[in-house]
């Protein structure tokens, strides 16, 4: 019954494979995200979805593409993968987006290692 | 770009003793938040402040939004061991679509 969840936990690739990570939430949220946290903890939003529709991008390199197919879903496809794209990176929602309510359920988290 | 500074990045305390985590913005903040991140684990969500000198108090932490709404602190009274963890602010500045992270204060607690 978790809330927000995301697989693998743990992904462990060669440089220049692609790798998808999926995330799944069961809270009837309209809004899903996916934030990198490098080896320094610092978090950094790359993108936010909006009932399907993209309304955060940033200043990712094109290899990330997501895709939500539906609201619930959000997925991060990693194309030709670096050694800099290790991180953990987590998938978020929130029930409001705005000033008001938009309190984070973050996933466990997917940590990414690239050899 | 957009920033949320955090200081200190590493606190370490003995138990029972106070940690204070601040956090500044060079611009107005509509709000800030404060997540708790455990050894491991992944940000969870421990408060909002909307409002301009507005203090919120979870039993031992209390939070405060500075009146120009530009800082915030959280401090804990007499630490625990279970307080250990990276305690991140998170604030949206101005009119941005985005809630901006600071880099977050990892606390230490030695028993």
């Known amino acids: 019954d978790t809330a927000v969840s995301q697989t693998p936990k743990y992904l462990v690739t060669q440089m220049g494979n692609d790798k998808s990570i999926k995330c799944e939430q069961n809270?009837?949220?309209?809004?899903m995200y996916w934030y990198k946290q490098d080896s320094k903890k610092f978090l950094k939003i790359m993108f936010s979805y909006n009932n399907k529709e993209l309304i955060i991008n940033e200043t990712v390199p094109n290899r990330f593409s997501p895709k939500s197919p539906d609201k619930a879903h959000l997925n991060l496809h990693i194309n030709s993968l670096e050694l800099g794209d290790s991180a953990v990176y987590f998938c978020a929602s929130t029930p409001e987006r705005g000033v008001i309510n938009e309190k984070l359920f973050f996933g466990s988290g997917t940590q990414l290692s690239v050899l | 770009g957009q920033q949320v500074m955090q200081i200190p990045q590493y606190q370490h305390v003995q138990e029972g003793e106070d940690f204070t985590t601040y956090c500044n913005s060079s611009?107005?903040?509509?709000?800030i938040q404060w997540y708790k991140q455990r050894p491991g684990g992944h940000p969870v969500f421990l408060i909002q402040?909307?409002?301009?000198?507005e203090v919120k108090k979870q039993k031992r932490l209390t939070f405060q939004f500075g009146e120009a709404k530009k800082n915030s602190s959280l401090h804990i009274t007499a630490t625990q061991t279970t307080d250990v963890g990276t305690y991140f602010c998170a604030g949206r500045q101005g009119g941005s679509e985005k809630l901006v992270f600071g880099k977050g204060t990892k606390l230490t607690v030695n028993p």
């Open positions: 611009t107005t903040l509509s709000n």
């Open positions: 809270l009837g949220h309209d809004t």
């Open positions: 402040l909307v409002k301009s000198g």
